[in-house]
């Protein structure tokens, strides 16, 4: 059984990221979250690349409806995976679609000894914000089953594309923000930034109380991927989308 060998497991989809290749491990069979995230970080060190931040998955409903999930979910972004200004990006086998983002970068360690968790301590952790697209997917041939697989499996994050700055704002700036997807210059998709948990940086307030329950803190540099605004949309080699996040710009990516 592979979850009595972890670590194997954890090879095993180091591997298969690293190569772009998908295996047949049964991830449905992981029986708690923290048995997850225990092959997550495994798997994650095996990969051996400079950590430069976090990608949450899930944080609105119709992101959870579609990948099955309870809650939201959350891996590290290991170097290759966050990329900036990037205007092609080869999609890898497994690739279950796009979700449009926010990404901040962190000013600070967050949270501080016995500060309080809160939208206004985050907005003034907060170096800055841009826009993003999320490209999730999966490293074994089987659909992802459930909550469990889905963190095992680097939280199904693959890359990070992410746009220009945009100026540090107030809490409030973030929420009500309305983001339209296009491809080809068609309009496909659109959403707000209110469906991530009623305001982006609630998801970072979600995070740092995760990694504090775990003796951990968002640290200066990090970045945080929030998770969709839209609903995920699936693409395919050739399509060219473009999001556009209103008082933040844009960004784009032609899919290879």
């Given at each position: 059984?592979?979850?009595?060998?972890?670590?194997?497991?954890a090879?095993?989809?180091?591997?298969?990221?690293?190569?772009?290749?998908?295996?047949?491990?049964?991830?449905?069979?992981?029986?708690?979250?923290?048995e997850?995230?225990?092959?997550?970080?495994?798997?994650?060190?095996?990969?051996?690349?400079?950590?430069?931040?976090?990608?949450?998955?899930?944080?609105?409903?119709?992101?959870?409806?579609?990948?099955?999930?309870?809650?939201?979910?959350?891996?590290?972004?290991?170097?290759?995976?966050?990329?900036?200004?990037?205007?092609?990006?080869?999609?890898?086998?497994?690739?279950?679609?796009?979700?449009?983002e926010?990404?901040?970068?962190?000013?600070?360690?967050?949270?501080?000894?016995?500060?309080?968790?809160?939208?206004?301590?985050?907005?003034?952790?907060?170096?800055?914000?841009?826009?993003?697209?999320?490209?999730?997917?999966?490293?074994t041939?089987?659909?992802?089953a459930?909550?469990?697989?889905?963190?095992?499996?680097f939280?199904?994050?693959?890359?990070?594309?992410?746009?220009?700055?945009?100026?540090?704002?107030?809490?409030?700036?973030?929420?009500?923000?309305?983001?339209?997807?296009?491809?080809?210059?068609?309009?496909?998709?659109?959403?707000?930034?209110?469906?991530?948990?009623?305001?982006?940086l609630n998801?970072?307030?979600?995070?740092?109380?995760?990694l504090?329950?775990?003796?951990?803190?968002?640290?200066?540099?990090?970045?945080?991927?929030?998770?969709?605004?839209t609903?995920?949309?699936?693409?395919?080699?050739?399509?060219?989308?473009?999001?556009?996040?209103?008082?933040?710009?844009?960004?784009?990516?032609?899919?290879?």
């Amino acid at each position: 059984m592979y979850f009595e060998l972890k670590d194997t497991t954890a090879d095993i989809l180091a591997k298969s990221r690293r190569r772009e290749e998908l295996c047949d491990l049964p991830l449905d069979l992981i029986e708690s979250e923290r048995e997850a995230y225990d092959i997550q970080t495994t798997a994650q060190d095996a990969l051996g690349f400079e950590r430069k931040g976090y990608a949450l998955v899930g944080t609105s409903d119709p992101a959870r409806r579609m990948l099955g999930l309870k809650g939201p979910i959350y891996s590290e972004i290991p170097a290759f995976g966050l990329q900036r200004k990037a205007q092609n990006f080869r999609l890898p086998p497994g690739t279950i679609g796009v979700q449009c983002e926010f990404v901040f970068t962190m000013l600070r360690s967050f949270p501080d000894d016995g500060e309080r968790i809160s939208l206004d301590s985050v907005a003034d952790a907060i170096m800055s914000c841009r826009p993003a697209i999320g490209i999730i997917g999966r490293r074994t041939r089987h659909a992802i089953a459930g909550t469990n697989a889905a963190i095992a499996d680097f939280g199904l994050h693959v890359a990070t594309l992410c746009g220009e700055h945009a100026e540090r704002g107030e809490a409030g700036d973030f929420a009500g923000i309305e983001i339209t997807t296009f491809l080809f210059q068609r309009t496909m998709l659109s959403g707000n930034s209110s469906s991530v948990m009623g305001n982006p940086l609630n998801a970072v307030a979600w995070l740092a109380e995760e990694l504090a329950a775990n003796g951990r803190q968002l640290e200066p540099s990090d970045v945080v991927a929030t998770g969709s605004c839209t609903p995920i949309l699936q693409v395919r080699a050739g399509q060219h989308l473009a999001a556009d996040f209103g008082p933040l710009g844009q960004v784009e990516c032609l899919f290879n």
